[in-house]
């Protein structure tokens, strides 16, 4: 047999054995996907346009007091001291013209939803509405009476509908909190 | 409640009422838990003015003015009315015969009125003769209709979500 | 004429200058406004000339709905009328039913249900002193100091009837369950804070010169113009009238109790403010006494039938309710509806005398009379 010969000694190929932790060290599948952000040089990151002006719009939305009814008492106890708002960068605002969401709160009737559609079209875009309680999403407990607008959702279009008579401030917080994953997922398809 | 042969004529407040307005033309009766004392639309101003004026009886407080609805017997206005200074509450009940729900208005006596007549005559289509602003309150300005009558109904879920045709000839 | 505007003199004398009356429209929309109610204001220069109200943008079709529900059932929608003190107004209700029906109420069904409209009457009367502050200009504190108690009451609603604003916890009959063993210390503790945030509110709003300039002598008026207009409430007795359903007319169990009511002098904002909050003072004297007064024993009548079918019955039942004189006119006529439920809210009447009180005084001043009025739209739309 001379040294020069071309087959490689027969080697078992090395196949780790874990034993008993087999399963916990078996490496992940990581799906292909965009990263939201890379860092190209030390203090410079890449990050796409979208993501940016989602996570600011979704942390900086400022609600129209928009107040009807019963439902209103419950909001403005959301943005008090024991259920804070504020922490999500959720500042109530009084003018139309100034906000980004409308939180309709409270029954809309025949008479009022001319104004509610002037406010709404008062607000500039990128705006969203969230339907808090049961008499917003349609009618709630005054559904067979004829002057009572089944919904504000007849009129404007509704981003997050918030069930409840009235619902509970925690639950409103719960509503803003699907509103901000809706920004963040839509991000690319709305400019 | 009130049987017809034991009834006695002048309950309660009606008595005194009847002591201090020799004149006035009313047919009293008892309710749940007051006094009620029936007159017609021609006689109410008259009644009224003399509660309100004689200073024995003082019912300086209109509380409540109530339209009612009684099918086949016309519309009826209810008025409660309480003394400050006695401590006596009654209540005037004026029927109106049905196609006619003509009533004189008690706004130059009670300013409170002024609201109350106007709800109650855009409920039921009672008409408040004299009175200074007979506009529409609680609906729409421009709306003819009196959601109040028996006769109006109220619309099932399945109408009003846009589901169903409503009931033909009647339309809003 | 020169083109400087310095070197143009214009003669003002007083009847030279030509002005021109401007329309403000207070709209239903404004932070300022408590719930959708709109008014169109002429102004001529700051002062208020003409006022016009403009109410409706709440009729949601309470009695028409009362109409078509059984007994039990058409609670639900008298709840939300006064939607700040959602007891009170079950107590007008259920007296109403009881009194037609002729349905006896346990003692001890009593004294929870004063309790509860009590604290319903604190809670709202914290809110008005929360709106009104802001109105006046302290635009966050009043309410963060309002929501403090209003939370904790809240708390104790949701542990004892289940729901914090509109619990249904009243019946034809009694209240549904029991309190919880807890309860009598839990009440005292509620008590003594509430107390402590009288103490806040009149630091913060009473000792605050700015506030005692704005409100005193603005608006001020005469028993006999309220009486007349019908306004009843906080409002009559700051013109110095010490009237109170509670006490010229006892319902339940208030000729038991002992309570004063606090008035006023001139029926200005600022006595209106002060019988305000002195009467929650009162009001916590009276929870007290509750606790101390309640016997044991049912708290529904045991006799009730499963469909409350009434014949014949008309009354009118008048409650002390947080806003004036709270109405409940019923009228039944067989089967189990009610035929006819009128709804006498103390805010329809207050309202009515809007355009007096506001016509000569400035507009800023305007938002605070509105205010000093304490209106709820639930019960002025009915």
Known sequence: MALNDATPPQVKPYVPDFGSEAERLRPVEIPEARAAYRLVLPGVMQVGVDTVFAMSRKSSLWPMTFGLACCAIEMIGTFMANHDLDRFGIVPWPSPRQSDVMIVSGTVTKKMAPAIKLLYEQMPNPKYVISMGACATNGGPYTEYDRVLQGVDKIIPVDVYVPGCPPRPESLLDGFLALQRKIMEEKRTVG | MSNAATTEEFPGVAALIHKHLPKAQFVASRTSNDVDIRTDPAHLIELVEGLKSRPELAFDYLRNVVGLDMEAEGLEVKYHFYSFAHNLHVQVSVPTPPGNPHVPTLTHLYAGADWHEREAAEMFGLVFDGHPNPKNLLLEEDLRIHPLLKAHPLQKVEILQGIEEPTPGFKF | ?382
């Not at chain 3, 009367?125 to 009104?132: I, K, R, T, V």
């Open chain 3, 1 to 382: 004429m020169s083109i400087w505007p310095e070197e143009r003199v214009l003669p003002l004398e007083r009847d030279g200058l030509n002005t021109v009356d401007m329309t403000i429209n207070v709209g239903p929309q404004h932070p300022a406004t408590h719930g959708v109610f709109r008014m169109v204001l002429t102004v001529d220069g700051e002062v208020v000339v003409d006022c016009e109200p403009y109410i409706g943008y709440l009729h949601r079709g309470l009695e028409k709905l009362t109409e078509s529900a059984d007994y039990r059932q058409a609670m639900g929608w008298w709840d939300r009328t006064d939607y700040l003190a959602g007891m009170c107004c079950e107590m007008a209700y259920c007296m109403a039913v009881e009194k037609m029906a002729g349905i006896e109420v346990p003692e001890r069904a009593e004294y929870i249900r004063v309790m509860m409209a009590e604290l319903s009457r604190i809670n709202s009367h914290f809110m008005f002193l929360g709106a009104f502050g802001a109105d006046v200009g302290s635009f966050g504190t009043s309410f963060i100091y309002a929501w403090r108690e209003r939370e904790r009451i809240y708390d104790f609603f949701e542990e004892v009837a289940g729901d914090r604003m509109f619990p249904t916890y009243f019946r034809p009959g009694g209240v549904q369950m029991d309190l919880p063993a807890n309860c009598e210390s839990r009440v005292r503790g509620l008590i003594s804070s509430i107390r402590q945030g009288i103490e806040d509110f009149d630091g913060l709003l009473t000792g605050n010169e700015i506030f005692v300039e704005r409100c005193q002598g603005l608006a001020p008026m005469t028993t006999e113009r309220a009486i007349n207009w019908g306004i009843t409430g906080p409002i009559l007795r700051a013109t110095g009238l010490p009237w109170d359903v509670r006490k010229a007319e006892p319902y339940s169990v208030y000729d038991r109790l002992d309570f004063e009511i606090p008035t006023g002098k001139q029926g200005d904002i600022f006595d209106r403010y002060f019988v305000r909050l002195a009467e929650v003072y009162q009001s916590t004297r009276i929870v007290e006494q509750c606790l101390e007064q309640m016997p044991g024993g049912l708290v529904l009548n045991p006799d009730l039938p499963k469909t409350l079918r009434i014949d014949k019955g008309e009354c009118y039942i008048r409650t002390e309710g947080t806003k004036g004189e709270y109405g409940v006119y019923a009228m039944a006529r067989g089967g189990n509806k009610a035929y006819r439920m009128k709804l006498r809210s103390p805010s329809f009447s207050n309202l009515a005398a809007l355009k007096e009180m506001v016509v000569g005084s400035y507009l800023a001043d305007a938002i605070i009379i509105l205010g000093s009025l304490d209106i709820v739209l639930g019960e002025v739309d009915k």
